[in-house]
């Protein structure tokens, strides 16, 4: 079995009638590069950067961010890699921020996030600044964690261009052109609108943790309510769709980065909306590599149209696990 899956490492992520699909790696951690070469990701879909908030009282300087993120892109060796500002808040907590987050009712509704970015412009500034200067070794782009509205998003990219311009005055090397700047599409709000969003952006990722997590009122990481948690719930594919059409409405890219892009299973159906970039940790990559190179992409379009005339959960698992089971 983990032979078998080794031989995949190296064959094409390609449906079985013949549409390539982008498989990236999500990654936490410096030292994760390694497992996102070993499994043979096109890229990183999701660069999590809390890891350098996390465990310490002081915030990591411009430098120390360029440095650990060069460190990632050279790792990469051209792949293109996705860099996410800082999130943190709601079930996510940094130390050194701890101040932030003291009196807050409901943490997952609360300062997160991007939030937490525009409130504070410096930590959003060395961020971008880190980004911009490790961009000068290899393909980046940035992403925005939590972005509920059209006004943040040109608040973030007016931000950008100042600190590019500061560090170009300043003869310092950046990503020529600029990165593509792009949202996570987490929050019910913004999918709804995502036809709005995908005017100021130049691609989405969609996180369905938190979507789902917002969509149902269901506490992610609340166990109590664990049983209630299903992104298969119509209404978060709902949104997965109406998401994923405004995209490629507007043509800009559009991936799935969360925990459901690492399950085969799902497969069928997100391809069967019109994705064709997942972005996954990449322990799961080889395995969602099988099923897309067992899957017929017109069949999988066509069961997607039937499983989203489903109205209950439970139905859609048992319909895709029918589909799963054929190829
Ligand atoms: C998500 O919410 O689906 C996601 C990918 O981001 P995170 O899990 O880091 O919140
Ligand atoms: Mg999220």
Same mark, same amino acid.
């Given at each position: 079995?983990?032979?078998?899956?080794?031989?995949?490492?190296?064959?094409?992520?390609?449906?079985?009638?013949?549409?390539?699909?982008?498989?990236?790696?999500?990654?936490?951690?410096?030292?994760?590069?390694?497992?996102?070469?070993?499994?043979?990701?096109?890229?990183?879909?999701?660069?999590?950067?809390?890891?350098?908030?996390?465990?310490?009282?002081?915030?990591?300087?411009?430098?120390?961010?360029?440095?650990?993120?060069?460190?990632?892109?050279?790792?990469?060796?051209?792949?293109?890699?996705?860099?996410?500002?800082?999130?943190?808040?709601?079930?996510?907590?940094?130390?050194?921020?701890?101040?932030?987050?003291?009196?807050?009712?409901?943490?997952?509704?609360?300062?997160?996030?991007?939030?937490?970015?525009?409130?504070?412009?410096?930590?959003?500034?060395?961020?971008?600044?880190?980004?911009?200067?490790?961009?000068?070794?290899?393909?980046?782009?940035?992403?925005?964690?939590?972005?509920?509205?059209?006004?943040?998003?040109?608040?973030?990219?007016?931000?950008?261009?100042?600190?590019?311009?500061?560090?170009?005055?300043?003869?310092?090397?950046?990503?020529?052109?600029?990165?593509?700047?792009?949202?996570?599409?987490?929050?019910?709000?913004?999918?709804?609108?995502?036809?709005?969003?995908?005017?100021?952006?130049?691609?989405?990722?969609?996180?369905?943790?938190?979507?789902?997590?917002?969509?149902?009122?269901?506490?992610?990481?609340?166990?109590?309510?664990?049983?209630?948690?299903?992104?298969?719930?119509?209404?978060?594919?709902?949104?997965?769709?109406?998401?994923?059409?405004?995209?490629?409405? %507007?043509?800009?890219?559009?991936? &799935?980065?969360? +925990?459901?892009?690492?399950?085969? =299973?799902? !497969?069928? *159906? @997100?391809?069967? #909306?019109?994705?064709?970039?997942?972005?996954?940790?990449?322990?799961?990559?080889?395995?969602?590599?099988?099923?897309?190179?067992?899957?017929?992409?017109?069949? %999988?379009?066509?069961?997607?149209? &039937?499983?989203? +005339?489903?109205?209950?959960?439970? =139905?859609? !698992?048992? *319909? @895709?696990?029918? #589909?799963?089971?054929?190829?």
């Amino acid at each position: 079995e983990r032979e078998a899956l080794k031989r995949l490492r190296d064959l094409p992520a390609v449906t079985r009638d013949g549409t390539s699909i982008v498989l990236n790696a999500n990654i936490e951690m410096p030292r994760d590069v390694e497992g996102a070469m070993d499994c043979g990701a096109a890229g990183v879909g999701l660069l999590r950067t809390e890891f350098l908030y996390m465990n310490r009282d002081d915030l990591p300087d411009e430098e120390e961010q360029y440095e650990s993120l060069k460190g990632i892109v050279e790792g990469m060796q051209g792949r293109t890699v996705t860099a996410r500002t800082l999130d943190v808040g709601g079930e996510k907590l940094a130390t050194s921020l701890g101040g932030h987050f003291a009196d807050c009712a409901n943490p997952a509704l609360g300062l997160r996030a991007i939030r937490l970015s525009l409130r504070e412009p410096k930590l959003l500034e060395t961020q971008l600044a880190a980004m911009l200067r490790a961009g000068a070794h290899g393909p980046i782009r940035i992403l925005l964690p939590m972005i509920c509205t059209v006004s943040e998003v040109r608040k973030v990219r007016e931000i950008l261009i100042r600190v590019a311009n500061r560090l170009k005055r300043r003869g310092v090397r950046i990503a020529d052109p600029l990165p593509p700047l792009g949202v996570m599409i987490e929050i019910p709000g913004a999918a709804l609108s995502a036809d709005a969003l995908a005017t100021t952006c130049d691609f989405f990722a969609i996180g369905t943790n938190d979507l789902t997590q917002y969509t149902l009122a269901i506490d992610r990481g609340d166990e109590q309510v664990a049983h209630l948690y299903d992104p298969l719930h119509p209404a978060v594919l709902r949104l997965i769709q109406f998401s994923t059409e405004a995209a490629l409405r %507007a043509r800009i890219p559009v991936s &799935v980065c969360g +925990e459901i892009a690492g399950d085969p =299973r799902y !497969a069928a *159906l @997100l391809l069967g #909306f019109g994705i064709r970039e997942l972005s996954m940790s990449p322990g799961s990559l080889l395995a969602v590599k099988r099923r897309i190179r067992a899957l017929d992409l017109v069949e %999988a379009t066509r069961r997607a149209r &039937v499983i989203m +005339e489903q109205s209950d959960a439970g =139905r859609i !698992a048992i *319909l @895709l696990d029918d #589909f799963n089971a054929l190829a």
